[in-house]
């Protein structure tokens, strides 16, 4: 009995030091790939992003499986499985293109982002006016689609601390602050789902 506890004990601590170090490593990863893409064009960007998708859907084999089955349980009876593996392609590459187009903007002054961006840019201004008319505030509710992250980016350029995006937290703590650091550099705030629902209100 005793025997078969220590063993027990000794695997799980061996366990924790390979997610602590899965966890450092892509921590690391992370940083180095800011910092170079950060100074990137943004077309350059863009078709980083794209490559770099497409080399994701197909050497993340578990992660490529979960996405075609879930397609396929919403698609399946009116798209080809060719057609299903497509969208699931597209959605790689779209994710990380939307990182680094991300990584880039962020770095743009809001003059710049002003001018690059005009439509989207009175858009969103729009939007902002009419919800100040209640100052009860509003909640939202948004898909992962498009460029998500670049919605908080260009509110925050507008109207510094009017949005406050809902997120999970990172479960490494030095990932977790450069996360939150990269999103709240532009002037919104992030409310995390293990927090008190006090601060949603």
């Known amino acids: 009995m005793k025997d078969g506890y220590t063993r027990k004990r000794k695997k799980a601590k061996r366990s924790r030091r390979r997610k602590l170090l899965s966890r450092g490593t892509q921590y690391l990863v992370i940083r180095v790939v800011c910092y170079l893409v950060e100074r990137l064009p943004f077309r350059v960007a863009r078709g980083l992003g794209w490559l770099a998708g497409t080399l994701g859907y ?42 680094l187009e991300f990584l880039v903007l962020r770095r743009w002054p809001p003059e710049r982002l002003l001018a690059t961006f005009p439509e989207t840019i009175d858009g969103i201004r729009g939007m902002c006016d009419d919800l100040q008319k209640d100052d009860r505030g509003t909640s939202g509710i948004t ?59």
């Open 143 to 201: 898909a992962h689609y498009g460029n998500w992250e670049m919605l908080s980016l260009l509110v925050g350029v507008i109207r510094p601390g009017f949005l406050r995006s809902v997120a999970k937290r990172s479960k490494y703590p030095k990932t977790h602050a450069l996360v939150h650091q990269l999103r709240t550099s532009s002037g919104s705030d992030v409310l995390y789902t293990d927090e008190s629902p006090r601060k949603y209100l």
């Open 58 to 99: 197909y050497f993340t084999r578990r992660e490529r499986i979960i996405a075609v089955n879930n397609l396929t349980r919403v698609y399946g009876g009116e798209r080809s499985p060719r057609e299903i593996r497509r969208m699931a392609r597209d959605a790689f590459r779209s994710l990380v293109m939307t990182l």
